[in-house]
T-cell receptor, first 114, second 115 residues
Framework: DQQVKQNSPSLSVQEGRISILNCDYTNSMFDYFLWYKKYPAEGPTFLISISSIKDKNEDGRFTVFLNKSAKHLSLHIVPSQPGDSAVYFCAARFSGGGADGLTFGKGTHLIIQP | ETGVTQSPTHLIKTRGQQVTLRCSSQSGHNTVSWYQQALGQGPQFIFQYYREEENGRGNFPPRFSGLQFPNYSSELNVNALELDDSALYLC??????????????FGNGTRLTVT
């Protein structure tokens, strides 16, 4: 049973436009959410996070939105750049669950077209 | 600042064998966790070590075991290897104190192939 779902395996966006990556979760206990970016042959790199007490967090070109009632979060990248081409993983955890680790989605491969 | 380093980068083993993977955590990080990433999947949590003790575990059988050393480096041991153990194994470290809301810093992983 997948608790974190990224339903788009891939997404193609033109350079300079907005990239929107989506993520849904089923476990209502999750209260902390993160996005990681992964290039081939490298480990995932932390991008941005959001706590469930917020509905938006912004860091430069990256903004994460959280809709708790819909159990949905999204990552917006504006403007998209060629270096943004990578696999993006959504991850979640329950802070009160001790050392339970992160639950990841399967990832979305973002391709930025020149 | 030294990041998370893992060794070896690639490994080929035969079914039934045992394997040890190694990880040096980022400087100043005392919490280490291990993840398994199968092809086409997201990373799956194996376990976490804090102060040399396992303090969290995912849904993996006991043949997956680990160690953390006083210098915070860590090992992942897998016994009786199965074909499905073929995956990228990622080590991650996090900052001192509570790791609950501290982002994990990942190494580049060890690619294990079981034949």
């Amino acid at each position: 049973d997948q608790q974190v779902k990224q339903n788009s395996p891939s997404l193609s966006v033109q350079e300079g436009r907005i990239s929107i990556l989506n993520c849904d979760y089923t476990n209502s206990m999750f209260d902390y959410f993160l996005w990681y970016k992964k290039y081939p042959a490298e480990g995932p790199t932390f991008l941005i996070s959001i706590s469930s007490i917020k509905d938006k967090n912004e860091d430069g070109r990256f903004t994460v939105f959280l809709n708790k009632s819909a159990k949905h979060l999204s990552l917006h990248i504006v403007p998209s750049q060629p270096g943004d081409s990578a696999v993006y993983f959504c991850a979640a955890r329950f802070s009160g669950g001790g050392a339970d680790g992160l639950t990841f989605g399967k990832g979305t491969h973002l391709i930025i077209q020149p | 600042e030294t990041g998370v380093t893992q060794s070896p980068t690639h490994l080929i083993k035969t079914r039934g064998q045992q394997v040890t993977l190694r990880c040096s955590s980022q400087s100043g990080h005392n919490t280490v966790s291990w993840y398994q990433q199968a092809l086409g999947q997201g990373p799956q949590f194996i376990f976490q070590y804090y102060r040399e003790e396992e303090n969290g575990r995912g849904n993996f059988p006991p043949r997956f075991s680990g160690l953390q050393f006083p210098n915070y480096s860590s090992e992942l041991n897998v016994n009786a290897l199965e074909l499905d153990d073929s995956a990228l194994y990622l080590c991650a470290s996090s900052t001192p104190g509570s790791s609950y809301n501290s982002p994990l810093h990942f190494g580049n992983g060890t690619r294990l192939t079981v034949t």
